[in-house]
T-cell receptor, first 109, second 115 residues
């Protein structure tokens, strides 16, 4: 399988701060998604980003497939951003996602 | 445009009972994936199905677990003779085609608790 490493494992921010979450993976991938798991356990799809850069409001993501990493940027964090952020990758024709262990984010008011 | 629907949201079973988890994919999606999330961990792949076919069950425990995706109706993940270690959140995802180059859309999960 593919090894997916996320860092940092835990992050505490003051409301309004910015942060960068990182996802490294051990092999070439053709599919990468970022998810936010909220405190109720729901998985929210943030980005489908096998390569390149995308932005959605205060969130943006960049994947450099040739160097096997992806970054998720959160700007002007809010308490509702709290939860666990997962990166998931898939190799061509493997038809399954490999998830990282997540970054647990706590945004304090 | 309903997303992936899973039910029940919460399921409580006693040891030795059977658990049935249901997943209806998004409209137009014919590929279904099941994942399991143990407490404080990431999701782990269990099985990939298309209509009436199991394509990849490499992540499924060999005993007590089975999955199906019939021609009509939802996909079912079935756990027989449940044990405490089966307590977890079970997520279903669907895609329009095989996952390669297609995003997977996840349901809200079923939280299974074994007493």
């Amino acid at each position: 399988g593919i090894q997916v490493e996320q860092s940092p494992p835990d992050l505490i921010l003051q409301e309004g701060a910015n942060s960068t979450l990182r996802c490294n993976f051990s092999d070439s991938v053709n599919n990468l998604q970022w998810f936010h798991q909220n405190p109720w356990g729901q998985l929210i799809n943030l980005f489908y980003i096998p390569s390149g850069t995308k932005q959605n409001g205060r969130l943006s993501a960049t994947t450099v497939a040739t160097e096997r990493y992806s970054l998720l940027y959160i700007s002007s964090s809010q308490t509702t951003d709290s939860g666990v952020y997962f990166c998931a990758v898939e190799r061509y024709n493997f038809n399954k996602f490999y998830f990282g262990s997540g970054t647990k984010l706590n945004v304090k008011p | 445009n309903a997303g992936v629907m899973q039910n029940p949201r919460h399921l409580v079973r006693r040891r030795g009972q059977e658990a049935r988890l249901r997943c209806s994919p998004m409209k137009g999606h014919s590929h279904v994936y099941w994942y399991r999330q143990l407490p404080e961990e990431g999701l782990k792949f269990m099985v990939y199905l298309q209509k009436e076919n199991i394509i990849d069950e490499s992540g499924m425990p060999k005993e007590r677990f089975s999955a199906e995706f019939p021609k009509e109706g939802p996909s079912i993940l079935r756990i027989q003779q449940v044990v405490r270690g089966d307590s977890a959140a079970y997520f279903c995802a669907s895609s329009r085609e095989g996952a390669s180059n297609q995003p997977q859309h996840f349901g809200d999960g079923t939280r299974l608790s074994i007493l």
